[in-house]
Protein backbone atom coordinates (compact mmCIF):
# COMPACT_ATOMS: atom_id res chain seq x y z
CA UNK A 1 0.00 0.00 0.00
CA UNK A 2 1.03 3.53 -1.05
CA UNK A 3 2.67 6.22 2.29
CA UNK A 4 -0.17 8.14 0.45
CA UNK A 5 -3.36 5.73 0.79
CA UNK A 6 -2.06 4.96 4.33
CA UNK A 7 -1.57 8.83 5.30
CA UNK A 8 -5.34 9.05 3.24
CA UNK A 9 -6.80 6.60 5.70
CA UNK A 10 -5.32 7.83 8.85
CA UNK A 11 -7.27 10.94 8.11
CA UNK A 12 -9.97 9.97 7.19
CA UNK A 13 -10.43 8.29 10.90
CA UNK A 14 -8.93 11.00 12.57
CA UNK A 15 -11.99 13.24 10.30
CA UNK A 16 -14.83 10.65 11.67
CA UNK A 17 -13.38 10.65 15.28
CA UNK A 18 -13.41 14.21 15.23
CA UNK A 19 -16.87 14.40 13.47
CA UNK A 20 -18.32 11.80 16.28
CA UNK A 21 -17.07 13.75 19.05
CA UNK A 22 -17.44 17.62 18.24
CA UNK A 23 -19.50 19.07 20.29
CA UNK A 24 -19.50 16.15 22.24
CA UNK A 25 -18.58 17.88 25.86
CA UNK A 26 -15.73 15.73 27.30
CA UNK A 27 -17.51 14.63 30.93
CA UNK A 28 -20.59 13.51 28.65
CA UNK A 29 -18.46 11.41 26.55
CA UNK A 30 -15.91 10.29 29.67
CA UNK A 31 -19.72 9.43 30.69
CA UNK A 32 -20.54 7.37 27.45
CA UNK A 33 -16.79 5.85 27.34
CA UNK A 34 -16.96 4.42 30.78
CA UNK A 35 -20.40 2.57 30.14
CA UNK A 36 -19.00 1.20 27.30
CA UNK A 37 -15.97 -0.10 28.87
CA UNK A 38 -17.66 -1.14 32.14
CA UNK A 39 -20.30 -3.58 30.34
CA UNK A 40 -23.22 -1.59 31.08
CA UNK A 41 -23.83 -0.43 27.55
CA UNK A 42 -22.00 -2.87 25.49
CA UNK A 43 -22.11 -6.42 27.91
CA UNK A 44 -19.98 -7.49 30.33
CA UNK A 45 -15.81 -6.82 30.21
CA UNK A 46 -13.47 -7.95 32.33
CA UNK A 47 -13.00 -5.98 35.47
CA UNK A 48 -8.97 -6.26 34.60
CA UNK A 49 -9.86 -4.89 31.22
CA UNK A 50 -12.76 -1.91 32.58
CA UNK A 51 -11.20 1.92 32.50
CA UNK A 52 -12.00 4.42 34.63
CA UNK A 53 -13.95 7.42 33.81
CA UNK A 54 -10.36 9.63 33.48
CA UNK A 55 -8.89 6.69 32.28
CA UNK A 56 -10.91 6.29 29.13
CA UNK A 57 -10.86 9.67 28.76
CA UNK A 58 -7.34 10.11 28.71
CA UNK A 59 -7.50 7.04 26.27
CA UNK A 60 -9.78 8.96 23.81
CA UNK A 61 -7.58 11.93 23.94
CA UNK A 62 -4.33 10.13 23.29
CA UNK A 63 -6.59 8.29 20.40
CA UNK A 64 -7.82 11.59 19.02
CA UNK A 65 -3.24 12.46 18.80
CA UNK A 66 -3.47 9.41 16.37
CA UNK A 67 -0.31 11.03 13.71
CA UNK A 68 0.94 13.70 15.42
CA UNK A 69 4.72 13.93 15.19
CA UNK A 70 7.25 13.31 18.13
CA UNK A 71 8.66 16.03 19.13
CA UNK A 72 11.14 16.33 22.16
CA UNK A 73 10.09 17.93 25.01
CA UNK A 74 6.41 18.85 23.41
CA UNK A 75 3.84 18.43 25.58
CA UNK A 76 0.69 19.36 22.28
CA UNK A 77 -1.32 19.98 20.97
CA UNK A 78 0.05 19.08 17.90
CA UNK A 79 3.41 17.67 18.93
CA UNK A 80 4.26 14.98 21.32
CA UNK A 81 6.97 12.80 23.20
CA UNK A 82 5.86 10.13 25.28
CA UNK A 83 5.75 11.67 28.97
CA UNK A 84 4.16 15.41 26.87
CA UNK A 85 1.47 12.61 25.59
CA UNK A 86 0.48 11.20 28.80
CA UNK A 87 0.49 14.86 30.65
CA UNK A 88 -1.41 16.18 27.80
CA UNK A 89 -3.78 13.15 27.48
CA UNK A 90 -4.81 13.36 31.48
CA UNK A 91 -4.75 16.81 31.66
CA UNK A 92 -7.48 17.16 29.15
CA UNK A 93 -9.05 14.14 31.40
CA UNK A 94 -8.67 16.67 34.75
CA UNK A 95 -5.78 14.52 36.48
CA UNK A 96 -2.05 16.75 36.43
CA UNK A 97 0.85 14.55 36.04
CA UNK A 98 4.06 15.34 36.05
CA UNK A 99 6.40 16.07 33.52
CA UNK A 100 8.50 13.55 32.29
CA UNK A 101 8.13 9.55 32.49
CA UNK A 102 10.27 8.68 35.20
CA UNK A 103 8.52 11.59 37.64
CA UNK A 104 5.13 10.01 36.42
CA UNK A 105 6.03 5.90 37.32
CA UNK A 106 7.16 7.63 40.81
CA UNK A 107 3.93 9.53 41.53
CA UNK A 108 1.24 6.57 40.15
CA UNK A 109 0.11 3.77 42.02
CA UNK A 110 2.18 0.81 41.16
CA UNK A 111 0.01 -2.03 40.05
CA UNK A 112 0.08 -5.28 38.91
CA UNK A 113 -0.23 -6.57 35.12
CA UNK A 114 -3.12 -8.57 35.83
CA UNK A 115 -4.79 -5.54 37.32
CA UNK A 116 -4.14 -3.36 34.60
CA UNK A 117 -6.90 -0.93 32.95
CA UNK A 118 -7.04 0.86 30.39
CA UNK A 119 -6.11 4.49 30.69
CA UNK A 120 -3.13 3.06 33.47
CA UNK A 121 0.74 3.87 32.28
CA UNK A 122 2.85 1.42 30.86
CA UNK A 123 6.61 2.02 32.10
CA UNK A 124 9.53 1.03 30.13
CA UNK A 125 12.39 1.09 32.67
CA UNK A 126 16.18 1.11 31.38
CA UNK A 127 18.26 0.07 34.20
CA UNK A 128 17.31 1.52 37.63
CA UNK A 129 15.33 4.59 35.92
CA UNK A 130 12.47 5.00 33.34
CA UNK A 131 13.36 5.42 29.70
CA UNK A 132 9.40 5.85 28.00
CA UNK A 133 5.94 5.56 29.26
CA UNK A 134 2.67 5.18 27.01
CA UNK A 135 -1.32 5.03 28.13
CA UNK A 136 -2.79 1.41 28.44
CA UNK A 137 -5.34 0.88 25.35
CA UNK A 138 -6.38 -2.73 26.32
CA UNK A 139 -5.66 -5.68 24.55
CA UNK A 140 -1.89 -5.76 25.10
CA UNK A 141 -1.44 -2.22 23.34
CA UNK A 142 -0.63 1.97 24.58
CA UNK A 143 -0.75 4.45 22.64
CA UNK A 144 2.21 6.66 22.76
CA UNK A 145 4.94 8.75 21.31
CA UNK A 146 7.78 6.30 20.24
CA UNK A 147 10.70 7.92 19.40
CA UNK A 148 12.47 11.08 16.43
CA UNK A 149 10.85 10.67 13.55
CA UNK A 150 7.86 8.66 14.17
CA UNK A 151 4.53 9.87 15.54
CA UNK A 152 1.29 9.02 17.89
CA UNK A 153 0.61 5.72 17.16
CA UNK A 154 -1.30 2.57 18.86
CA UNK A 155 1.32 -0.71 19.48
CA UNK A 156 0.95 -3.56 20.69
CA UNK A 157 3.78 -3.81 23.91
CA UNK A 158 6.74 -5.25 22.82
CA UNK A 159 8.66 -5.88 25.85
CA UNK A 160 7.61 -7.81 29.35
CA UNK A 161 9.74 -5.73 31.07
CA UNK A 162 7.64 -3.38 31.67
CA UNK A 163 5.59 -1.42 34.68
CA UNK A 164 2.22 -0.59 35.25
CA UNK A 165 0.88 2.89 37.40
CA UNK A 166 -2.34 4.13 38.21
CA UNK A 167 -3.00 7.93 38.06
CA UNK A 168 -5.21 8.52 41.67
Given at each position: ?5 T ?40 P ?17 K ?103
Open positions: MSHSRDSRKARRAGRLARRTAGFPLPRLSLLLSLLTTGILAGPVPAEAATGYGAQAVAVAASEGAPYARGATGPKRFDCSGLTLYSFRQAGRRLPRTAEQQYEQTAHISRKNRAPGDLVFFPRGATVEHVGIYAGHDKIWHAPRPGTRVRLERIWSRDVRYGRAD
